[in-house]
């Protein structure tokens, strides 16, 4: 089934948002095993809505449109697409219900708000359609289905549109597909998109079902395996021989197997299960990494304290970092590095530190120590691990890079001890 | 001058990247007047390709297409363009000789690197087109024009395709236009974005020449003034009486006029102007206000150190908080805010200190204190503000609040006393 993306709003248009509503659904269509060959947007416009959404119904056997459902005059999408399919607009009673519901909450809490006329206009639904509820707003969602063809309306907001999408439209879709499409993600950190790349490059030529597709991001590479089968015993099954294939040519570097999960949340997730504290002692990347640490709900329970050492005073206070180190080999050398991880865990009496200091640009570089070198330490009670880092790309890159890497060797560090302590 | 914009690559329609490129282009052609209709994405697929980039020059008078410029059998953005707009393949000898230099000073570096048969292919353009250097890349860009529609081709990496744009078609489009189009951006914080639409209004409804746009950022709003006129001189003189009523209506909550400042580099000139040292501690942000601090290239001078207390303990040890304080008042309090802002100073001896202290869920919250619920303060020198936040949205939305939310009070803080001591 071919599917083709229309986002419907003038912001995309004016670059005022980025359109990753196109990029999230993009994703979802690929893991239903749903090609998708076209992505539109259009302001708008009625005429321009009308020959675009013609277009996509007329090339593509289904068109997810996202955006312009709302209550204004401006908001389009259902009236336009209810035109061109033929189907005339109809009030729809449990709609209308629920946005009377959504609308009193909303004005308990903003008591100056009345619900205007406009609001009814997103109870009206063409004819037949398949009505998907709302849960955080109040324009519904909407399947409509005519001469074999299939328009699924979402709203636009992220925050009501991917709730929808994942509770209704992906079962939906699940049950349309002739045949089931399960997948399975591989998330591996510590080896490179390229060298990732050429240690599956047989079974990606010799692809077929399952497939593999990579996804690249900073420091980590991102492993689906999709596989069509007549049902899910089958194609975990199909699934099974080549995650394990993956797990003996990535070893450890695989971090987890769960969709869902992120290095941080898998990396506190290890340090938890072992039961030790944490603390982060940064210079160039300035609290990045302890950030990204917290972003896992309970991370407090590991993560005891960070300490972002950007001068020289500050890491020998907090970190106990000699002078002589900071004289002889200066702030960003494999020495500070170690000696900061080292007395990171001394002054808070944590189990691990990890260490952070680098030349992150665009000024500051020499030639002995140019932009983009970083060492990054990691000390487990006493022992150190230490790396020395070449980093490419602007300041922002180079700082969310060391960031990653600083996790991997975080996460290097406490599986190195948990092997030796079975 | 109506333009189109077509990206092109199996990877946005995958889902595998975001497609920023379009909306960098869409802001930009917006800067320049241009008016974007219609953004497509399309995969490497030749019929596909031809039919999107026919259509598009079709209904649009300028296209700008983005990737599918690499030296592979599937990039075939340069070859399907000429075809449709009739022109023939010639080699183009500059381009030869910048893509042999650009290999020539890659393989020093990677020794097993070999310039292949492939990467001429780049050094072939449509005839009579104007060739664009690609300063960070072997892909050259292009500029075809042929029976009044122009066609504008551009690499797909973001670090080759942003300088090209800005260096080389931005002026070339600057030129083409019959009048002069002048922006001025006005970086606002501290006003939320409905209510800096409502005190402007009256302007957006009566705009002609100059215009307002908003742009609403997390924390921020961003407005950008733009004029048409005959000259810079003129439009300038348009756009002059505009920012005053801006100014007059918004004051001190600019914080630039800048369009490449940020509000965390405004932040740190102004620190950085006054001689002021600053620390900062942070609870539930873990570390994010320093992060984004340390964006700024040159934050050392100012921010000394960063503690990320996340535990009791260390928000005792390092910023001095009572013990009876977290007791009776708790983490999250404004008397645990203000503590943190004072201790923090008081530790370090820096004259400005930030603090944050929140729920950001999604466990955690309780009655008295839900999720959202977060305290900031800023002590300069002994006196101290506090405020008191309540944020929507999930953990990381909540975060994100908190830290530009922080940003914008030690702005405040620092200006309330710039103004007293003049």
Same mark, same amino acid.
């Given at each position: 089934m071919i599917v083709e993306l229309v986002s419907v709003g003038t +912001?995309?248009?004016?670059?005022?948002?980025?359109?990753?509503?196109?990029?999230?659904?993009?994703?979802?269509?690929?893991?239903?095993?749903?090609?998708?060959?076209?992505?539109?947007?259009?302001? %708008?416009?009625?005429?321009?809505?009308? %020959?675009?959404?013609?277009?996509?119904?007329?090339?593509?056997?289904?068109?997810?449109?996202?955006?312009?459902?709302?209550?204004?005059?401006?908001?389009?999408? /259902?009236?336009?697409?209810?035109?061109?399919?033929?189907?005339?607009?109809?009030?729809?009673?449990?709609?209308?219900?629920?946005?009377?519901?959504?609308?009193?909450?909303?004005?308990?809490?903003?008591?100056?708000?009345?619900?205007?006329?406009?609001?009814? /206009?997103?109870?009206?639904?063409?004819? %037949?359609?398949?009505?998907? %509820?709302?849960?955080?707003?109040?324009?519904?969602?909407?399947i409509i289905e005519e001469n074999g063809k299939i328009a699924i309306l979402l709203p636009g907001p992220p925050n009501e549109m991917i709730p929808m999408f994942e509770n209704q439209v992906y079962p939906f879709l699940q049950k349309r597909q002739p045949e089931i499409i399960y997948s399975q993600m591989v998330k591996i950190c510590g080896v490179g998109e390229s060298m990732a790349e050429t240690a599956i490059l047989d079974l990606i030529d010799k692809q077929d079902n399952p497939t593999i597709a990579t996804y690249a991001k900073t420091g980590e590479v991102h492993m689906r395996i999709t596989a069509k089968a007549k049902d899910e015993a089958a194609a975990k099954k199909l699934i099974k021989p080549m995650v394990r294939e993956l797990k003996v040519r990535f070893g450890k570097n695989i971090y987890t197997t769960d969709e869902n999960k992120s290095l941080e949340e898998a990396t506190i997730e290890?340090?938890?299960?072992?039961?030790?504290?944490?603390?982060?002692?940064?210079?160039?990347?300035?609290?990045?990494?302890?950030?990204?640490?917290?972003?896992?709900?309970?991370?407090? +329970?590991?993560?005891?304290?960070?300490?972002?050492?950007?001068?020289?005073?500050?890491?020998?206070?907090?970190?106990?970092?000699?002078?002589?180190?900071?004289?002889?080999?200066?702030?960003?050398?494999?020495?500070t590095a170690k000696e900061m991880a080292k007395g990171g865990n001394f002054v808070n009496g944590t189990d691990v530190c990890v260490s952070i200091t680098g030349v992150a640009g665009p000024d500051g570089g020499t030639k002995e120590k140019p932009v983009g070198l970083v060492y990054i330490a990691c000390c487990y009670k006493n022992e150190i691990m230490v790396q020395e880092l070449h980093l490419n790309g602007n300041r922002a890159k180079i700082r969310e890079q060391a960031t990653v890497k600083a996790l991997t060797l975080l996460r290097e560090c406490v599986l190195e001890h948990y092997k030796t302590k079975k």
């Open positions: +912001e995309i248009l004016l670059g005022n948002i980025v359109n990753t509503n196109a990029a999230y659904l993009s994703e979802q269509c690929a893991k239903l095993g749903l090609s998708c060959f076209y992505q539109d947007v259009v302001g %708008d416009n009625p005429d321009r809505m009308k %020959d675009v959404i013609a277009t996509a119904l007329s090339r593509s056997d289904m068109v997810i449109l996202s955006g312009g459902l709302g209550p204004t005059q401006d908001d389009m999408t /259902k009236e336009i697409t209810a035109e061109v399919m033929g189907k005339e607009l109809v009030e729809d009673t449990h709609s209308k219900e629920r946005i009377q519901a959504f609308m009193d909450d909303y004005i308990k809490t903003n008591p100056t708000m009345k619900i205007t006329k406009n609001n009814w /206009k997103q109870a009206m639904v063409p004819k %037949d359609a398949l009505v998907l %509820d709302n849960a955080n707003g109040t324009a519904p969602g909407l290890l340090l938890h299960d072992q039961g030790l504290s944490l603390c982060t002692a940064e210079s160039c990347t300035g609290g990045m990494l302890s950030a990204r640490l917290v972003n896992v709900p309970g991370a407090s +329970e590991v993560l005891k304290v960070g300490l972002v050492t950007y001068s020289n005073r500050a890491k020998r206070k907090f970190l106990m970092v000699k002078k002589s180190t900071l004289k002889t080999c200066g702030a960003v050398s494999e020495k």
